[in-house]
């Protein structure tokens, strides 16, 4: 489909997406910072609090990043969040394992009522909580545009190389996934 038309569609299609993953970022980092201060801090979260700490972290962090040129300074970065991912599935899987969330466990009385997980979630949760596994499986794989600087970027470049690197970037990905569904749920 080599029509204007549908180029128009695709380039409104990104652009929407981009929007929204900016909104749901920037939902993340203002209930994220808000919760920190509340808990380390014991400042109480108001809305007031949230424009004013998006604000803040927008104009000193997120645009001096938005303004580099190439962002191949933050490749380190990426890896550093890989290994805290991995970090954090390890030590929920420990935590698990030593019950210390249980009923009975050392910490389960430190948590408030309102945070404590209930099980089964009540029927009118049930479709909100369907989004969220979408959400997550939506933002677990968004490096398509990305795809053609990945493949230039290979050494000896070759489809089958491509694919294989694909493939097992994939695994791991769906692998990590997984076990922070199943540990968080247990």
Known sequence: TNSKGFATVCEVVCIFKTAAG?????????????????????????????RTLLMGLTAAVLLPLCLLRSLASLQYTSILG??????????????????????????????????????????EERPMLALVLVSLLSTAYMAHY???????????????????????????TIALFVAFMVIGFL
């Open 82 to 123: 890989l290994l805290g991912m991995i970090y954090t599935t390890l030590f929920m899987a420990y935590r698990l394992y030593d019950g210390s969330y249980a009923a009975d466990g050392h910490y389960h009385a430190y948590m408030q009522e309102h945070l404590q997980p209930h099980f089964p979630p009540e029927p």
């Open 146 to 172: 990305n795809v053609p600087r990945f493949y230039w970027s290979l050494k000896d470049t070759s489809p089958g190389r491509f694919q294989g690197v694909v493939a097992c970037a994939f695994v791991m």
């Open 22 to 50: 900016c909104l749901a970022y920037s939902i993340l980092i203002r209930d994220s910072a808000g919760a920190l201060l509340a808990g380390y801090l014991d400042v109480p979260q108001t809305p007031a609090l949230g």
